[in-house]
């Protein structure tokens, strides 16, 4: 391999490499808003991963278009390409280079996660660029005590044990430490803010512990990701992320409320489906839980992206 081939070589790796980190830089832009501090070393997690996918793949793909337009047999030629038996630099290299990479991905997702389970009540600075800065977390003091939350075929219900009130929308104050008590009625469901980049299953016959920051005011989507039924994508709530002072407002007007029952999309859903238009499938549905009574119920027409 001559001087000049060499030099194509590392040019064109060079090319690879700058584009591949400004890929993996727009991937920030491929998520929501980054709501909590985990969303931070998540995001970063994506873009460090995307990088690399991106480098391999431009680079597999280019040493393929390269052989397709500049390295063709001749036209009518049969023959067969020369007898090389290996090259002992050449398979190390292919071999060492993707262990390499795995161990670094590994390393890094390990640091990331180990960094996600013990955030908590300290300064938070998000790596690399991030798309929200993560203020000041506030001091153990004013940690909130733990929010019970009741998943159901199909609804959310949430506790707050120390105001002894109940809502079906997640409130939440902004740079303080949340912590939530999980658990099933029924089935299999899962916990999910996209916004917050954070899922937990929540497990019937258990409590479950879990544990995030947010860090940006304004109203997020709590959305079962798990399949729990017929009606498992109506269950979605909103989740209102908003200052300490507007967080204790709503405590305390939210208590004076006398309990009701809450709108409930997927007992509509079902009694209008089976009085308006029965179909017959053969086998038994299950009937959604009747609406939950709470002091507070948000309506689907409050959410706003």
């Known amino acids: 391999m001559n001087r000049r081939t060499i030099l194509i070589l590392m040019g064109l790796a060079i090319a690879d490499l700058f584009i591949s980190l400004w890929v993996g830089q727009q991937a920030y832009h491929w998520m929501p808003p980054q709501a909590s501090a985990e969303s931070v070393l998540v995001d970063n997690l994506f873009s460090f991963m995307t990088t690399i996918g991106s480098f391999i793949f431009l680079g597999v793909v280019g040493a393929l278009l390269y052989a397709i337009l500049f390295q063709r047999a001749a036209k009518y030629d049969a023959s067969d390409g020369p007898p090389i038996e ?26 990331t996660y180990d960094r996600m389970s013990i955030l908590g009540p300290m300064e938070h600075k998000a790596m690399g660029m991030s798309m929200a800065e993560a203020a000041p977390i506030a001091s153990p003091e004013a940690e909130q005590s733990p929010i019970n939350v009741y998943a159901r075929q199909w609804a959310w219900e949430f506790h707050y044990p120390a105001h002894n009130i109940r809502s079906t929308e997640l409130h939440l104050p902004v740079n303080q430490r949340a912590k939530l008590l999980l658990s099933s009625e ?59 002072e507007d967080y204790e407002q709503w405590l305390t007007a939210v208590a004076s409320l006398p309990p009701t029952p809450a709108q409930n999309v997927a007992y509509e859903e079902f009694n209008r489906t089976t009085t308006q238009n029965p179909i017959g499938l053969g086998w038994k549905t299950v009937k959604p839980a009747p609406a939950p009574i709470v002091n507070y119920a948000s309506s689907e027409d409050d959410f706003h992206e």
């Open 86 to 111: 290996g090259n002992i630099p050449l398979e190390v290299v292919w071999t060492a280079i993707p262990i390499l990479l795995v161990i670094w991905i590994g390393t890094f997702s390990y640091q």
């Open 186 to 244: 029924d089935v299999l469901h899962g916990f999910f803010v996209p916004a917050f980049r954070v899922k937990q299953d929540v497990v019937p016959g258990q409590e479950i512990g879990f544990e995030f920051t947010p860090i940006r005011e304004g109203r997020y989507r709590l959305r079962d990701s798990e399949y729990s039924g017929t009606y498992f994508a109506a269950n979605q709530t909103n989740v209102v992320v908003e200052s300490a």
